[in-house]
C-alpha cells in the first residue's frame, strides 16, 4: 500500500508486533502516518526479529518524513499489567497525550490432539490468546474513553477464521479466537457510547511462523491452496490493508462490532 497518510498524526499500540501479522501490520501503520509502540516478550531468539523491525522502521522513516515512530516495550500479555504498562509507555512516548488505536494481535498457537492436551497448554493458549487480548483492550479503551481524542478510538483484535470452524488439532485454540471475536462484539456495544469502534479481523491460512513448516511442505501447501479459491495462501501484509481500513474513521467511521474475513474466499468455499 502506497503512503497516503491514512492515519497521519494518529497514536497506536500492538502486542505481538515483532514477526508475521502483527509486523505487517505496525510498518503499514507507520507508513500511513500512525506512530506506533509495539509489544514484543524479548526473548533472545527473537531478538533479530525486534532488530529487523527497528531497522525497516528507520527506512520507512527516512524515506518518508511523515510516517510514524515506532517504540517497543517488552511484557507478556498474560500479566494484566502489561497492558496499562503499554498504553502509558505510547503517551510518554509519543507525547501525543492521546490513544487513538489499539491492536490485540498477540496469540500462540500449538497444535495437539485433544485426548492428549495437557492442562498448561490449555491454561496458556487461553491466557495469551483470551485474557491477554481482554487486559490489552481495556486498558486501551480505557484511555480512549477519557475524551482526548475527538474520533475516539478504535480497537482492532485479531481473531482467526478459527472462530467460525473447527480444527481437530486445535480445540484449545478455536475456542480462544471464538472469543476474542465474541470480545469485540460486546466492547462493541459496551463502548459506543465513547465513539470507540471495535472490530475483529479474522484471518486465513495465513503464511507465519505460526504454520511455516506446514506450508513448507508441498503436498500440504498444495492442500490448502486448492481450498482457496484466490489459488494462494494469504501472506502477513494482506492483512495491513484491512487493519488500515478499521484503524481509520473516514474510512470505516460507521463499522462496529464486525468482523472482517481476510482468507482469500476459504470460509465460504469450506460451506
Do not use: W
Not at 4 to 20: R, S
Not at 102 to 130: P, Y
Request: hydrophobic share 40%; aromatic share 6%.
Amino acid at each position: 500500500m502506497p503512503v497516503a497518510n491514512l492515519l497521519a498524526g494518529k497514536t497506536a499500540i500492538l502486542t505481538g508486533g515483532t514477526t508475521g501479522i502483527g509486523r505487517a501490520i505496525a510498518l503499514e501503520f507507520l507508513r500511513q502516518g500512525c506512530s506506533v509502540a509495539v509489544n514484543h516478550l524479548g526473548l533472545e531468539k527473537d531478538k533479530q526479529h525486534l532488530e529487523s523491525l527497528v531497522d525497516e522502521a528507520a527506512k520507512i522513516k527516512s524515506s518518508s518524513p511523515s510516517a510514524g515512530t515506532l517504540a517497543h516495550l517488552q511484557g507478556d500479555v498474560q500479566d494484566p499489567a502489561t497492558g496499562p504498562a503499554l498504553v502509558e509507555f505510547a503517551l510518554e512516548t509519543f507525547g501525543t497525550g492521546r490513544l487513538d488505536v489499539c491492536v490485540s494481535n498477540a496469540g500462540i498457537c500449538t497444535f495437539a490432539e485433544f485426548l492428549d492436551l495437557d492442562a498448561d497448554l490449555f491454561a496458556k493458549t487461553v491466557r495469551t490468546n483470551l485474557d491477554g487480548a481482554f487486559y490489552v483492550v481495556q486498558a486501551a479503551a480505557r484511555q480512549m474513553a477519557r475524551g482526548q481524542s475527538p474520533a475516539g478510538g478504535s480497537v482492532i483484535a485479531v481473531s482467526s477464521i478459527s472462530a467460525l470452524v473447527g480444527g481437530a488439532g486445535q480445540t484449545h485454540y478455536t475456542p480462544t479466537k471464538a472469543g476474542v471475536l465474541s470480545l469485540m462484539q460486546s466492547t462493541a456495544c459496551a463502548l459506543g457510547r465513547y465513539n470507540i469502534r471495535c472490530n475483529a479481523l479474522l484471518p486465513g491460512t495465513i503464511k507465519t511462523q505460526l504454520n511455516e513448516e506446514d506450508l513448507n511442505q508441498e503436498e500440504k501447501r498444495r492442500y490448502m491452496e486448492g481450498r482457496i479459491p484466490l489459488g494462494r495462501t494469504g501472506e502477513p501484509r494482506d492483512l495491513a490493508g484491512p487493519a488500515v481500513f478499521l484503524a481509520c474513521e473516514e474510512l470505516s467511521g460507521y463499522v462496529t462490532g464486525a468482523q472482517l474475513l481476510v482468507d482469500g474466499g476459504l470460509f465460504v468455499n469450506l460451506q
